[in-house]
């Protein structure tokens, strides 16, 4: 008998496209929904960003394993009508068309909650429905850079995008949790929910610290590999080259750096340096005392001497390195065309185990979901 999941029984519809609204839903597969995938006939475009995922693209391959594909033209009166049908069996809709685009063809939330109030929607759009934004094209740069995200990232000289489509990956695990409330809400009241999540909401609410900084006269500057309200916490080259990430996060781990890393205990008691707030305001000198110690070292004695006295440290690995990492699980996943690849594993760790899944093919369950949605006769 296979293992029971937690969503086993509900069933998802989802108009998907690109990243955020497919790594939703292919949370709640790993949860053990039923996720149903509506493609135009050309497929999900991101189905072509790169082949890296045995032939699939990388996002493709990673966040729509274990889905079913149905090829629909909801234009159509026809294809419409089994949408509807669709969506009237299922627990959850999620869609991520441009904002409207769906209402135009009967298939807002609001239409659809009328129809049948335990429905949960879930709308995910770039900046919200406020009419003054709803209609602003949004990839997951461009809201980086609405956001403010580049404005306190990168080096002083230079901005910085974030290195993964961090505003679309974080919408969908919003929108997923999101998902999970309104479950949890439902079973409790009998009354799904309208649910609505923007990439530029997201990544607002992340930025609540610097926004805060900014709102108290203390706007946080770009500072490269360093933090930019915490110091020592940053990148230090050693001898042979190797730059080494560390982090002090009280006075006793100063303490413990100054005397048992770098050798120089005055400098723990130094008044320059004796609280964060100092030692920030002072970063121009404390960085040039540091560093040059440091740099004395090689890596392999500077990271013993941290390990010794217990502070934090991370190396900045390489893609090679993340492969060969001590901690990174890994899981199979197979490709729309047959082909194994590995992906890290779920991030969440539990005694269940998550079976190999593989991605759908354009409208691979077409014919069979057109019979399953058939009207009745």
Known sequence: MSERLPLDGITVV????????????????????????????????ARGYDSAAGGDSSYFGWANLGKESIVLDIKDSGDAELLHRMIAAADVFVQNL??????????????LRQANDRLITVDISGYGDSPAVAKKRAYDLLVQAESGLIAVSGSPDELGRIG??????????????????????RSVTGQGAAL??????????????????????????????????????????TSDGSLTLISIQNEREWVRLCRDVLHA?????????????????????????????????????FRARLDDAAIAW???????????HAALRTRQGISSSGIEFRLPAHPVRSDRQTPTRTAPSVGEHSDALRREFATPD
């Open 265 to 301: 205990e005055p400098m723990a008691t130094d008044p320059r340096y004796t609280s964060n707030e100092q030692r920030v305001a002072n970063r121009s000198e404390l960085e040039p005392d540091m560093s040059a110690i440091v740099g004395g070292l090689d890596a392999a004695t």
């Open 98 to 111: 441009a904002p409207g685009a769906l209402d135009r063809l009967g298939f807002g939330a609001s239409a």
């Open 196 to 237: 609505g999540v923007s990439l530029f909401d997201v990544a607002a609410e992340w930025m609540t610290v610097p926004f805060l900084q900014h709102a108290a006269g203390m706007a946080p500057k770009r500072v490269g590999l360093r933090h930019p309200t915490i110091a020592p916490y940053g990148a230090y080259a």
């Open 14 to 45: 989802s108009v998907e496209q690109a990243v955020a609204a497919p790594v939703c839903t292919a949370r709640l597969v790993d949860a053990g929904a039923r996720v149903i995938k509506i493609e135009r006939a050309s497929g999900d475009f």
């Open 164 to 185: 993964v489509s961090i505003c679309d990956v974080g919408t969908g695990v919003t929108a997923y949790a999101a998902v999970l409330e309104a479950l949890v809400g």
């Open 314 to 324: 991370g190396a900045i690995n390489s893609l090679d390195e993340l492969a060969e």
